[in-house]
Every structure is written in structure tokens, then in C-alpha cells.
């Protein structure tokens, strides 16, 4: 079992930058892909980035603007965010998959908004 905690959400203004991050605690050695969702109101929840090893994966609509990276030493995921657009606001999830399935982080929201 993988406990996840994010932070880092907030408002900011269009064109502005946050830093999302993800602290997975319990069976981390059995993570082998960890990644960010979003849910906007009234959409389903979407893919925005994923990491397995060193190869990622980005949506989209998120390429260039976002970065996601993975320190195994702190057993943190973060998210840079930048050129943030009001398309952008939504609930962001950190999610991490073991053998047994993926485990859930409670959400963090994040309005970009003037």
C-alpha cells in the first residue's frame, strides 16, 4: 500500500507558474510509475504527466509548459507548472502504480485565474 500527500495548489494569474508536489510514503519501492491527473468541473479525469524510470509522458496540452520529475532519494513527484492557462484549472492528483494497482492522493486545486 502507497500513501500520497500533495501540495502546492493554489491561485495564480494566467501566464503565471506553481510547483506542485507529491509525498508517497509506505511500500515506495514497489512504485513503478508514478503521475499527475486533473479533473475540471464537469469533465471526466485526465492524464496531464507520468514518469516511468526516466522516460516521461505528457499531454498535449501540457507540452512544453510542464515538467514533472521524481526524486527517489526525498520519495517525492513534483510538477512545474508554467505559462499557466485558465484551461489549467482543475483538481490535480498524484497517482502511483505497484503490482497490486494504483494508489490515490486526496487532491490539490489549482485556479488560474485573474
Known amino acids: 500500500q502507497v500513501q500520497l500527500v500533495e501540495s502546492g495548489g493554489g491561485l495564480v494569474q494566467p501566464g503565471g507558474s506553481l510547483r506542485l508536489s507529491c509525498a508517497a510514503s509506505?511500500?515506495?519501492?514497489?512504485?513503478?510509475?508514478m503521475a499527475w491527473y486533473r479533473q475540471a468541473p464537469g469533465k471526466q479525469r485526465e492524464l496531464v504527466a507520468s514518469?516511468?524510470?526516466?522516460?516521461?509522458y505528457y499531454a498535449n496540452s501540457v507540452k512544453g509548459r510542464f515538467t514533472i520529475s521524481r526524486d527517489n532519494a526525498k520519495n517525492t513527484l513534483s510538477l512545474q507548472m508554467d505559462s499557466l492557462k485558465p484551461e489549467d484549472t482543475a483538481v490535480y492528483y498524484c497517482?502511483?502504480?505497484?503490482?497490486?494497482?494504483?494508489?490515490w492522493g486526496q487532491g490539490t486545486q489549482v485556479t488560474v485565474s485573474s
Open positions: 497517482s502511483a502504480r505497484t503490482i497490486e494497482g494504483d494508489s
Open positions: 509506505g511500500n515506495i519501492y514497489s512504485i513503478y510509475r
Open positions: 514518469i516511468i524510470g526516466g522516460t516521461t
